[in-house]
């Protein structure tokens, strides 16, 4: 306990520097704006920021990071919630209760429970981060390879079938998904695979311009044709409206600590990410609720599932960041980056009594962003609402101008920009068609990792593909993979139905 | 007898969708057969496990009673979705029921406007595209006023160039 309160002392120190508040506003600032545009994820705001804090000292330097980190997972629902385009791939969840409710002129209820969820789920998050640091070890290294697959595969089915609409085209998505990520060079034997003699697809499909074609510009055409506006009703700009979406995440407390774990969980675990995370606790959420035929068509439930997860990875993401460098996301992957820069070793050194200062500055950082960022979403809230009164063909070429440049700025590709509209178009039809965008997408940003970890596990076993079933991770992901496929199967027969 | 649903199924966008990513897979199958074992195992247990779950689509679109039956399948089932569907719900996945919304003749204009904003930026850079894309589709695709079409271009611009040419040094010609 000295010791905590030996680090955490230092660690408050450094706020009572003026500059250090000028630097973490400068984070705060451009992880809202950065959230907001879709393509440009926190990792972008990160990776800028690397050598704007070259100089700094590092306990400045992590707090601006902090800064960024916390602001962006909001930052990217202010958009999925009022336009259904996700700021960041985790905000697409957002988007299934978010936008609907923006439709009943309740955008306000919306972004006041996303802003309460935001800020509770992160304080879980890192409230586990400070616990769990002791005992992080144990935990990652239970999950190998095999547990990696199947945990894979086990998000991939179970979104297929939770995601509301055509089950059979749901996983269907999910294999062209997992398709297109094969394309380019394969992980295990470096062969060159479907690249159709195109230099561009020597490095694969890249899943940042695909997200932002598939559910950002297919929302700007969408609205292009449509040309109304978001909100399909009236409007409520009432504080109260905001004041109503504060109150339901107390109303839903067990929805916001159960998403808090997930999100805390998935984010631990290295490389699944928070799109994951975010649509796991939707899951998780529209399941366990009694109200779970409203969830997609505006249930404020789901908003706080989805929000409290994508604030809590953070802190689960954190914990093997620090503790042995391994990155739990691209926006930890930079910020590793950052450490290196600062001449910082992440593991023992930095949670040692000379380095835990640094923790406790990240961390308070963190928390303190969290706040300042759901405080100003509750400020803002009932003015952005308005934003939903504005006509569809008119707000939809803005979309899809900041779209196209956001897919172009991330590697100065053309070509990004032109597979963003490309599957702006094929996003557009599938969504008309039934198609699940969410599994493809899963699939595509998954694939390449489920193939490595398939092969590495059958690399590392004795009993070729049975070492899914005798490693005790891997056979309760299965186990719960075919009761989750059976249950409803089983219901149906029990009905005379099928 | 036959022609009546044969029709229906040949005036479908959707059909040749699935068509579409029928042959897709298919392409995807007889490419990986030409790679080394290691490199064309995964492929080939997602290809093979993809192709019949389109073929059956792709069934049930031909033949309406296979369609009825493959109802079995919707997420209606884990959730019950009917209240959702009737009440026009437009969240993700909201199904084939909106097919029969599809304006093609929009979605060809849109596909047009968008695909010469992308053909502008290829050539001119993205300054000049957004501006003219913006000015333009605001003024004749948006049927909005000369001021607001100027004003919204104005503002989108000056804000692009900050945020992409001055912040992130994003230059204008790829």
């Not at chain 1, 590697?411 to 094929?426: K, Q, R």
């Amino acid at each position: 306990m000295s010791e905590v309160v030996a680090a955490i002392l230092p660690a408050l120190s450094i706020f009572a520097d003026g500059l250090t508040w000028v630097f973490f506003l400068l984070g705060f600032v451009m992880g809202l704006v950065f959230g907001a545009i879709p393509g440009l994820s926190g990792a972008v705001a990160l990776a800028l920021l690397i050598p704007v804090s070259w100089g700094m000292e590092p306990r400045q330097g992590m707090v601006m990071f902090a800064g960024v980190m916390g602001a962006v997972a909001f930052g990217g629902a202010i958009p999925a919630i009022l336009l259904n385009v996700p700021g960041t791939a985790p905000n697409v969840a957002t988007c299934f209760d978010g936008y609907p409710l923006s439709q009943k002129g309740k955008a306000g209820v919306a972004l006041g429970a996303a802003a309460t969820a935001s800020c509770l789920g992160a304080t879980f998050g890192i409230l586990w981060l400070v616990i769990l640091i002791p005992a992080v070890r144990l935990i990652i290294m239970k999950v190998g390879p095999p547990e990696t697959f199947v945990l894979i595969l086990f998000g991939l089915f179970a979104i297929a079938l939770f995601v509301r609409g055509n089950t059979l085209k749901g996983v269907c998505a999910g294999g062209l998904g997992l398709l297109l990520a094969f394309v380019g060079f394969d992980p295990v034997t470096g062969a060159l695979r479907y690249n159709f003699g195109t230099m561009y697809l020597y490095d694969g499909i890249r899943p940042i311009p695909v997200i932002i074609g598939v559910f950002a510009i297919s929302e700007a055409i969408n609205l292009s044709i449509k040309g109304e506006a978001v909100a399909q009703v009236e409007i409520s700009s009432k504080a109260s409206d905001v004041i109503e979406g504060v109150r339901s995440v107390f109303r839903h407390r067990m929805t916001l600590l159960r998403s808090s774990a997930i999100g805390t969980g998935i984010g631990i675990i290295p490389g699944v990410g928070g799109t994951v995370a975010c649509i796991m606790s939707w899951i998780a959420a529209a399941q366990s609720s009694p109200r779970k035929a409203f969830f997609g068509s505006g249930e404020v439930e789901g908003v706080i599932a989805s929000e409290a997860a994508n604030d809590a990875k953070d802190g689960g993401a954190l914990l093997p960041t620090i503790a042995f460098g391994i990155p739990g996301s691209a926006e930890m992957a930079v910020l590793l980056g950052a450490f290196i820069l600062h001449g910082l070793v992440p593991g023992p050194d930095l949670l040692s009594p000379g380095g835990l200062p640094l923790v406790w500055c990240l961390i308070l950082s963190l928390f303190f962003s969290n706040i300042l960022v759901s405080s100003a979403g509750l400020l803002m809230a009932r003015h952005l609402a308005k934003l939903t009164m504005i006509r569809g063909n008119v707000i939809a070429p803005v979309i899809f101008c900041v779209c196209l440049l956001g897919a172009y700025s991330i590697h100065l590709s053309i070509y990004d920009a032109m597979l963003a509209l490309i599957f702006g178009f094929v996003g557009y039809l599938m969504t008309k068609y039934g198609f699940s965008r969410v599994t493809l997408v899963l699939g595509l940003v998954l694939g390449t990792k489920a193939e490595r970890n398939f092969h590495l596990s059958l690399m590392m076993s004795d009993v070729g593909g049975w070492i899914f079933l005798t490693r005790p991770i891997a056979l309760v992901f299965v186990l719960v993979l075919v009761a989750v496929v059976l249950i409803p199967i089983l219901r149906r027969l029990k009905r005379g139905r099928l | 007898m036959l022609s009546a649903p044969r029709s229906r199924f040949l005036g479908d966008a959707g059909f040749y969708l699935s068509l579409l990513l029928l042959a897709f897979v298919a392409i995807v199958l007889v490419l990986s057969f030409g790679f080394p074992y290691r490199a064309k195992l995964f492929p080939l247990i997602v290809g093979f496990g993809t192709l019949p779950l389109i073929l059956v689509d792709l069934l049930g679109k031909i033949f309406p009673s296979v369609a009825r039956k493959l109802d079995a399948l919707r997420g209606g089932q884990v959730f019950d979705t009917s209240k959702l569907e009737a009440g026009g719900s437009v969240g993700e996945n909201s199904g084939p029921d909106d097919a029969a919304q599809l304006d093609t003749g929009k979605l060809l204009k849109v596909c047009l406007w968008f695909s010469g904003c992308f053909v502008v930026f290829y050539f001119f850079g993205f300054l000049i595209a957004v501006v003219a894309f913006l000015f333009f589709f605001l003024k004749f695709f948006s049927s909005c006023r000369l001021t607001t079409a100027m004003e919204v271009t104005g503002a989108v611009g000056l804000a692009v160039w900050v945020i992409f040419t001055i912040v992130l040094d994003v230059p204008c010609f790829w």
